[in-house]
């Protein structure tokens, strides 16, 4: 929802102090993530009130993808999830009805993963589609692209060529939702069987309006979003999920179409986030921009894993075992600051973060 808090950083940047310090394990991941787990609240399927709702969309599945053992107890995680998380959507969304009587959508006619913001409802659909990816459960990603419908229907109704919401109140253009539409839609055109054609024609629509939205501005780093007046950059500040989320998107675009143009874009925006992202709200990222960084980490795994790069690689493993080195605590609690050091509180989002630069370091090392 209102995804607007600060960013963090290139990390380690202060040379000289960093210390040598041992490569992070895959049980050290794996500790790790039990930890998170201990942050899960069953009975709605969420990790509420660790972190909040599209949040607990970005925890769902990393790590299962490497680690047989966590992809085993990761499945009832995912259909726990799958039952209750649309319930407890569900009871948020009453709404007053005919007469005053409160109202709640039949959890028959409606998509659980639907709500009142385009952002959210791509994170959704986004952890459904790794879900199907770990468990091949078709159920994971017909959600998912019942999610896609419902953004796709914003297409093309903002004053900005071809783009959508941030809300269905239609208060915002920004990069966030746009980015999560593209991405989302560039996933399914490499998993949607007979419909992927139709995917991958709303990814290319989906990222000519986004390039040519100016949200990219000439230092190849990416706004907050548009001024729905003008449909000008805004100027908003650059944050580090907003290089990450593209990088995915582009990445499955040319996975679809065979075009290596969108990886040589890609690298541009993942050089300028990592050359440039030093500006820091820490220790005060409110409780989404605590989530960030691992947004941006998750997405250059996924760009390092389609086309390898040295400097992509040492980055990941710099974090990853900067953060085990100097940004853990006790029970292998991890928090903010990835340089160190540790500071209250740790929680799902912070866990699950610095658990995504952990996962991105193992996966491409
Ligand atoms: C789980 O979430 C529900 C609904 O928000 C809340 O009432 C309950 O206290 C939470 N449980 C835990 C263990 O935090
Ligand atoms: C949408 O706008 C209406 C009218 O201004 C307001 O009452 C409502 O709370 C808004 N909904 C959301 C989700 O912001
Ligand atoms: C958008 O641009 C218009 C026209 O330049 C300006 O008057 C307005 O203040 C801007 N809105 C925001 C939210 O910056
Ligand atoms: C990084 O930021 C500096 C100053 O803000 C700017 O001059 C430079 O062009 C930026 N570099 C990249 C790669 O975005
Ligand atoms: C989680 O921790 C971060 C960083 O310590 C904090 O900014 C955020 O508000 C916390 N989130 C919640 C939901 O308490």
Redo the contacts with the bound molecule.
């Keep these: 929802m209102f995804s607007r808090s600060p960013i963090i950083a290139a990390l380690l940047a202060s040379a000289g102090t960093v210390l040598p310090v041992q490569a992070v394990t895959l049980a050290d991941a794996e500790a790790s993530y039990h930890t998170l787990q201990q942050f899960y609240n069953e009975s709605i399927g969420l990790w509420i009130p660790s972190t909040g709702w599209w949040n607990s969309a970005n925890l769902i599945a990393d790590l299962a993808a490497i680690d047989g053992s966590v992809k085993a107890q990761s499945q009832s995680v995912f259909s726990n999830t799958f039952r209750e998380a649309q319930l407890y959507n569900l009871q948020m969304q009453k709404v007053v009805g005919a007469n005053y009587l409160p109202w709640t959508p039949n959890p028959h006619q409606t998509n659980g993963f639907l709500n009142s913001y385009y952002d959210d409802e791509g994170w959704w659909a986004l952890a459904w589609i790794a879900a199907y990816d770990v468990t091949g459960n078709g159920q994971y990603l017909s959600t998912a692209e019942s999610i896609f419908e419902d953004m796709k229907a914003a297409a093309g109704t903002t004053p900005c060529d071809g783009l959508i919401w941030w809300d269905k109140n239609h208060t915002y253009v920004n990069a966030i939702a746009n980015e999560l539409f593209l991405d989302v839609a560039a996933h399914l055109a490499n998993r949607g069987g007979n419909r992927a054609s139709y995917y991958l024609s709303w990814a290319k629509k989906q990222w000519a309006s986004f390039k040519g939205s100016g949200m990219i501005n000439d230092q190849n780093t990416i706004n907050d979003g548009l ?1 729905i ?2 449909c000008q950059n ?1 100027g908003g500040t650059v944050w580090s999920y907003n290089q990450g989320v593209i990088l995915g998107g582009l990445t499955e675009l040319s996975k679809a179409t065979k075009d290596n143009a969108y990886i040589t874009i890609a690298k541009q925006i993942a050089d300028a986030a990592i050359a440039n992202l030093t500006d820091s709200c820490e220790p005060d990222c409110g409780a989404d921009g605590s989530q960030f960084k691992g947004v941006f980490a998750r997405n250059l795994q996924i760009l390092q894993q389609a086309s390898p790069e040295a400097r992509y690689a040492t980055f990941l493993q710099d974090n990853a075992n900067s953060i085990w080195a100097n940004d853990r605590e006790w029970q292998d609690e991890l928090s903010l600051i990835w340089s160190g050091p540790f500071i209250q509180p740790a929680n799902a989002s912070t866990q699950s973060s610095a658990l995504d630069a952990i996962v991105g370091a193992l996966a491409t090392s």
């Design positions: 001024n007046t003008t805004n």
